[in-house]
């Protein structure tokens, strides 16, 4: 009778992890995406999580034809198969090819090029942290780190977000037990940590509570603006593999589409908040002109944004895009630079890590070469995620917006 029991048990297990693994198989990479997301959002939504960010720079020798270089570029945009071109050599170093004597003449004698690609193949950010939805708290350690023959110079920045009160704490006395020690010194921090909080005066009256609760719909319109054929079911690469994940799906955008993403998440929290309003009542905790008051600061964001980073208007090289990162911002837009997200599932169809990875195809600034970026986020859900700061309070922390003014 035992034998018997245990056998059904057996079968029942297995029939479940067979129809758990048929009804991932049977959805589009879209869907498994989108359902992912929204399951970390409404349900797995506490965990630890461990990743990292790596830079590389590479030389490249041959950017000496910008013609040749901007006639690649201009094609970036038109299939997804021209990005994942790009976005395959990520993680890997460029061929290195024999540069001619007259290229060697054309290089700057003090170029700094070497230098950078000696850097990048040194320094790293990896991090970990941990997030509560529910509780509206997220903890991220971020460590910044030079690593070579002899040398290891190591900076972590502990960070904790608040997000039902908008407000950010983090430990600076990895630098501070030095800088308090500065003749002079018009604030003293010590072991406290810094506090960056929006006014209690100014969020009294903003609905964040409806605003957070609109996100996770918000987020899945923002999805679903794509064409669900930018979603691609492809083998687990190897670093999918060390997360023991069992399917991965890339999506491949650009700054078109990311304003697509953007601009239809943006709209649906719009919506939501107005439709709100148009319920609200006397006995609702807030009144119609606090959700429109949201509403316009969401409208105005999206206005803003869309005019600094995709209006033809600022285009050239005036006003805005002076500044060195919208220089950047600004490269994205004219060469619509590529961006590969990877996502991985386990057999629940959880996401248990993110990978972007985008790689600039032409110079960056005046530095001839190639740079990519590689980040890495392995999920492990728990419903007891570990935070490691201690609880900000008012005695252990000081409002960086309070500072003593320096004459």
């Not at 837009?333 to 590969?340: A, E, R």
């Amino acid at each position: 009778m035992g034998l018997n029991f245990t056998k059904i048990i057996l079968t029942l297990t297995l029939a479940g992890i067979v129809s758990a693994c048929s009804h991932i198989n049977d959805n589009s990479p879209d869907k498994m995406v989108r359902t992912g997301l929204q399951q970390m959002i409404l349900k797995d939504n506490r965990m630890n999580f461990i990743g990292s960010f790596q830079g590389e720079y590479h030389i490249n020798p041959n950017t000496n034809n910008e013609d040749e270089i901007s006639s690649d570029t201009s094609e970036i945009n038109k299939t997804n198969e021209t990005h994942k071109k790009l976005l395959n050599t990520a993680s890997k170093s460029l061929p290195q090819t024999k540069v001619d004597d007259d290229d060697d003449d054309n290089e700057p004698k003090n170029s700094l090029v070497p230098f950078f690609e000696q850097f990048s193949q040194s320094f790293s950010i990896p991090f970990s942290g941990a997030i509560d939805i529910r509780k509206g708290q997220m903890e991220i350690i971020p460590e910044v780190r030079y690593e070579n023959k002899n040398v290891l110079v190591s900076f972590k920045f502990p960070t904790y977000i608040d997000f039902k009160n908008l407000s950010l704490y983090t430990d600076v006395s990895a630098i501070t037990h030095l800088l308090d020690k500065i003749p002079h010194t018009r604030m003293v921090i010590g072991d406290k940590y810094l506090q960056l909080a929006v006014p209690k005066s100014q969020i009294k009256n903003m609905p964040l509570s409806d605003l957070l609760k609109s996100l996770p719909k918000s987020i899945d319109d923002g999805y679903t603006a794509i064409e669900p054929d930018a979603f691609k079911k492809v083998n687990v690469d190897e670093y999918g593999k060390t997360l023991k994940a069992k399917y991965q799906v890339n999506l491949n955008v650009d700054y078109a589409l990311m304003q697509k993403i953007d601009n239809a998440m943006l709209g649906s929290l719009s919506k939501a908040l107005k439709e709100t309003a148009d319920k609200a009542d006397q006995n609702n905790k807030y009144k119609p002109e606090d959700y429109a008051a949201l509403q316009d600061i969401i409208d105005e964001f999206t206005s803003t944004f869309n005019s600094y980073f995709f209006d033809e208007h600022n285009s050239d090289d005036s006003g805005v895009f002076k500044n060195p990162y919208f220089g950047v911002i600004k490269q994205f837009k004219n060469n619509q630079i590529p961006i590969q997200y990877s996502y991985y599932f386990d057999l629940k169809g959880r996401i248990i890590g993110i990978r972007e990875q985008l790689a600039f195809p032409k110079e960056v600034e005046n530095i001839a070469g190639t740079v990519k970026t590689d980040t890495k986020i392995h999920l492990k859900y728990t419903a007891n995620p570990k935070f490691t700061m201690q609880p900000p309070t008012p005695q252990n922390s000081i409002d960086i917006m309070s500072r003593p003014e320096i004459n």
